[in-house]
């Protein structure tokens, strides 16, 4: 089936659940843009649960340059002045990050203009595990959304879609980055499955890799599709296993620093 | 009254008042110090509004030491990459940030070290701002914070207990960090008031200035006793006019780099 074909039949197959669901009714995908603070569902009561969705990380985390994306300096030493601090010099894209529609955009949002409202979304995760088993550059596709949909219902306003591909595990070995052979390996997005995504009022894409597109990509089609779009990416989550496929609300804590391209965030998820 | 009367003086009216409200018993410190993942009562439904309690800031904001806490070196650009990324030098304790135990412990947690369940925190904010306009180092003491009991009931467990001193309005100024006269001067805790919020099952304590402390502490007495014992502090916070002085929940994102003292935090509060 071609992709338009695949988006036209999740769209009307949602449509048909519509009824059947509870979550908000999607809206447009400029709301997403403008921000959702006013139109927010109030969180699930949920058990009080949180997830902590970050790798903790330090200079021998991977990345996708292969240098070291944060580095440290003493710059008050505790013997001396009683406390201590350091000096980091960090690369945005680094550990467990934002990419803000700025990264590929001479004129989107940077990390501290992104809404607060769209940092706090419904969590959909998808498992991409079976496929990533056997394909290390495994891609979310149409069909993976389409299967989603049909377990767990309409993707709610303002969602995180995320993938969990199991590569959280792997981010201590060389296998996170690449295939034995030193080539990029690793799942990404499929630009058709964000494409469909940015007609659903989804507020930003999630992965447990080093990147939005998969490791071997040639064109950086999603990086290069969706954060123009005035939507945001979270490249490196961790610790997808502990939560739900739906029904987690995720806070995205994204540094804020001006002009930003993105940068390092805390990323929890209560359920 | 001395110190320690109040101190023995809150304490019997909130054990007279716990059958009055419907907070989380409180435990032990200890429960804190070890992460409240667990133990976290589920979120209230609240309304769905998301407040920002985070400046946005560059190398303009101010800092306790004066020098810039952030400088941009252009790491790739679009026009001759396809997209851009920036180098950041940060200073720890810089823009609104965290104080994690080992800033003032040599053995204290880090802040990639506190359990996740503490960076999830029922809000309690203690309005300062009266005594602020006439003190600009204001402190929140045993009283302010029985005022707030008195009002609002019980101090829920694992709760963030932060004041509003209205500093935050002045961070675009000098007088965010000093009087006209070159002195430090911003509101902060005393440390008969975080003695008493220790006994109390609180997970950190939140401040709109510079600094836990008053800007004229001689001996830095609250970062002194409150971080070593095991909990970790916010500065910087801004937006808290926003927020109930019960009833929020906040998310602090705080960073996660392997030994790190602290660092710039995102941090949400829905309510």
């Known amino acids: 089936m071609c992709n338009a074909c ?22 447009t ?8 603070t006013s139109a927010r569902p109030a969180l699930a009561a949920g058990s009080g649960k949180v997830a902590d969705l970050t790798h903790a990380w330090d200079s021998d985390f991977p990345t996708f340059d292969g240098n070291p994306g944060i580095l440290y300096e003493e710059a008050v030493n505790i013997d ?14 680094s550990g467990t990050h934002i990419d803000a529609p700025l990264h590929f955009s001479k004129d989107g949002m940077s990390v501290d203009e992104i809404p607060a409202g769209n940092l706090v979304c419904p969590l959909c995760v998808i498992d991409l595990k079976a496929k990533a088993k056997y394909d290390a550059n495994a891609m979310v596709e149409p069909a993976d959304i389409e299967a989603w949909v049909s377990a767990n219902g309409e993707i709610p306003a303002g969602a995180c879609v995320a993938f969990n591909s199991g590569w959280a595990d792997k981010v201590a070995t060389p296998e996170f980055r690449n295939t034995p052979d030193g ?3 690793f799942p990404g997005f499929s630009k058709a499955a964000t494409d469909l995504l940015a007609t659903m009022n989804v507020a930003c894409i999630g ?18 599709s969706w954060l123009p779009s005035g939507r945001y990416g979270i490249e490196g989550l961790a610790g997808l296993d502990a939560v739900p496929a739906r029904g987690a609300t995720i806070f995205v804590g994204a540094p ?16």
């Open 183 to 185: 080539n990029f390996a």
């Open 207 to 224: 992965t447990d890799t080093l990147s939005l597109d998969p490791g071997n990509s040639a064109d950086f089609a999603v990086h290069n």
């Open 80 to 93: 001396k002045s009683g406390y201590q601090l350091y000096k980091l010099t960090i690369f945005e894209h």
């Open 29 to 36: 995908a400029a709301v997403v843009a403008a921000g959702l």
């Open 256 to 271: 804020k620093h001006k002009k930003g391209t993105g940068g390092p965030a805390r990323v929890l998820a209560v359920y």
């Open 6 to 27: 695949v988006i036209d039949s999740v769209k009307r197959s949602m449509l048909s659940r519509r009824s059947l669901f509870t979550g908000a009714a999607a809206t």
